[in-house]
């Protein structure tokens, strides 16, 4: 079971957002701003979409943003495209014995 | 451009001991820890552990530790991860990881570890 929880799937139509949450405890996501999101498209490697909550690297679309309330933080993806297509997952830094937690990962579907 | 480089597939049997690597370019490599996460096929993203090559400390999911083991190469800027008994169950891909800040990027492309009798 992952430290962080995520729904299995999220779908959306060409054009629509979407939002894909990840609840974790006081011990993590509710205690820091260090949240960070992944995107993974079958067979590659992970690519980092967020970082501490709310930031964009250089080079990720401005349609992908990070917010937080309480326990849960949330990725939303705005004007859904199907290169959009992937597993996304989030990340948070916790106080437990394992500093690093990941969720179970999200299947974003594109109809 | 920062760039994490793991060695090819692996195919083992149970008990054997298996070393990948992860070659690091494009930084110096005692800013940043560097981490390993594993990811059985088909399923989702588990931390390891980490190693800070500043002075190779490292600390372990409670879920690895005792199991493998995280070192480097300073000399050639490369990270491993090491096995000396593997299991059926190690079967998964394997992934080192850049920890800038607290948040992983960029990821190595990845080494597919095959245990099978």
């Known amino acids: 079971q992952s430290a962080l929880t995520q729904p299995a799937s999220v779908s959306g139509s060409p054009g629509q957002s979407i939002t894909i949450s990840c609840t974790g405890t006081g011990s993590d996501v509710g205690d820091y701003n260090y949240i960070s999101w992944y995107q993974q498209h079958p067979g590659k490697a992970p690519k980092l979409m967020i970082f501490d909550v709310s930031n964009r690297p250089s080079g990720v679309s401005n349609r992908f943003s990070g917010s937080k309330s309480g326990n849960t933080a949330s990725l939303t993806i705005s004007g859904l495209q199907t290169e959009d297509e992937a597993d996304y997952y989030c990340?948070?830094?916790?106080?437990?014995?394992?500093?690093?937690?990941f969720g179970g990962g999200t299947k974003v579907i594109v109809l | 451009e920062v760039q994490l480089v793991q060695s090819g597939p692996e195919v083992k049997k149970p008990g054997e001991s298996l070393r990948i690597s992860c070659r690091t370019s494009g930084y110096r490599l005692t800013r940043n820890w560097i981490s390993w996460v594993r990811q059985i096929p088909g399923k989702g993203l588990e931390w390891m552990g980490r190693i800070d090559p500043s002075d190779s400390y490292t600390n372990y999911s409670p879920s690895f530790e005792g199991h493998v083991t995280i070192s480097l190469d300073k000399s050639i800027n490369t990270a491993y991860l090491q096995w000396t008994s593997l299991r059926a169950s190690d079967t998964a891909i394997y992934y080192c990881a850049r920890l800038e800040g607290d948040w992983f990027d960029p990821w190595g492309q990845g080494t597919l570890v095959t245990v099978s009798s």
């Open positions: 990340s948070s830094y916790t106080n437990s014995t394992t500093p690093r937690v």
